[in-house]
């Protein structure tokens, strides 16, 4: 089982309290920016060109810009992304313990798929927000320290793929989509 892990496309810095169809300002959920929208067009051919692997399965935070980030890729794939709220960035009524509890639910859940032989060839692509993956980037069983300084700093649209090998996940590709 393959996971690649992505931080969204870049996003629009919206200052305005507009409603948004949530119910949440754009302030809280700002859209992908122009270069966020070209970067997800990227993602899609970075996989049509087989350079990044092929989701047979997408997970997406609530927040519209981790959607934004695989809709071209998704309807390339003919993969339907799973909105999860466990993917949700650090809200400022949670604590820091519920925070890490969330995010190590899902790194379970992975590693209990990754077991089960009808994940054996399931390609996940989960599009999360900078504080979950430097959260989760502590917590994912590795065989290298995905806490040093090479995979310290996340800007929009950086991917990591990890191999989910138990019970060692070994990384197979860290890169970034520069558009």
Not at 48 to 72: D, G
Not at 118 to 136: F, G, K
Request: aromatic residues 10%.
């Amino acid at each position: 089982m393959l996971i690649a892990l992505f931080r969204h496309g870049h996003k629009d810095f919206v200052t305005s309290y507009l409603q948004s169809p949530t119910g949440m300002t754009t302030f809280d959920n700002p859209p992908l920016s122009a270069k966020g929208f070209q970067q997800a067009e990227q993602i899609k051919t970075e996989v049509a060109e087989r350079r990044l692997p092929m989701p047979n399965l997408i997970w997406v935070s609530q927040l519209q810009r981790t959607l934004q980030t695989f809709t071209n890729v998704s309807q390339f794939s003919n993969c339907n992304p799973i909105i999860r709220a466990e993917l949700n960035c650090h809200s400022s009524g949670e604590s820091a313990q519920n925070f890490r509890i969330r995010i190590t639910q899902i790194i379970t859940e992975i590693s209990q798929m990754s077991l089960s032989n009808e994940h054996a060839q399931t390609v996940l692509y989960l599009c999360s927000h900078y504080d979950w993956i430097e959260e989760a980037l502590l917590q994912i069983p590795c065989t290298v320290n995905l806490n040093s300084f090479e995979y310290s700093s996340w800007s929009p649209a950086q991917y990591l793929v990890l191999n989910c090998d138990q019970p060692l996940w070994t990384v197979q590709q860290f890169g970034h989509i520069r558009k």
